[in-house]
């Protein structure tokens, strides 16, 4: 099993965990030892889901403004955490690879592997929801019909970058690749950086 197919398969777990109850505050339950990359995977994931129910909570026109700016709060802490573990999951790889003698004429990819990976767990959600809306008992025949389009073009895009992600992953293993990650410096997060939040010390 490729390293992707493994990630899908973490990705499919958690989302169907954290379906069985739906709800935003629901405690998550890891199943995987804490330190392990698949502990991470299904962290990163975990995130991601209940993020994609507060983006659609937030969306809704008769919000209370109050809750609105209590989940716009919540949805930036959100954020961060992901970032956060994208860099864990570089690190994973940073660490795996470090004693991998690159050859002379290596390149750099666009993106780190992580963030590639962080893709993949956004597309398994996008796959999961409009699978639900193609199959949808009270929708009409139409709108299952272009889900079912959509669908389809997500899980040939799901295929693509899993291979994309794989390739990447043997060709810094081979040398022909290497890693250079940036860190994240989000500065509107940073007390010292935003001014706003400087301004009010």
Not at 35 to 57: A, R, S
Not at 74 to 90: A, C, F, H, P
Not at 153 to 175: F, K, P, R, W, Y
């Amino acid at each position: 099993m490729s390293f992707t197919e493994h990630a899908n398969k973490i990705f499919n777990e958690t989302i169907r965990d954290y379906h069985v109850s739906d709800n935003v505050d629901t405690k998550i339950s890891n199943p995987y030892p804490e330190g392990t990359i698949d502990n991470i995977l299904y962290l990163k994931n975990w995130i991601d889901t209940v993020q994609w129910h507060l983006e659609d909570i937030i969306r809704d026109p008769a919000i209370d403004p109050s809750a609105g700016m209590t989940i716009k709060h919540r949805i930036d802490k959100s954020n961060q955490d992901r970032t956060d573990l994208v860099e864990q999951i570089d690190s994973y790889f940073l660490e795996k690879y470090k004693n991998v003698k690159t050859l002379p004429d290596a390149t750099i990819n666009t993106e780190s592997p992580a963030w590639a990976i962080d893709r993949l767990s956004i597309l398994a959600l996008k796959i999961y929801h409009m699978r639900e809306e193609a199959m949808r008992t009270d929708a009409t025949e139409e709108h299952k019909r272009k889900c079912s389009a959509k669908l389809n073009v997500l899980l040939e895009q799901q295929t693509d970058l899993g291979e994309a992600i794989d390739e990447l992953l043997a060709d810094i293993e081979a040398g022909r690749k290497y890693m250079k990650v940036y860190r994240q410096m989000k500065m509107y997060n940073d007390a010292d950086t935003n001014p706003v939040l400087y301004g009010k010390k």
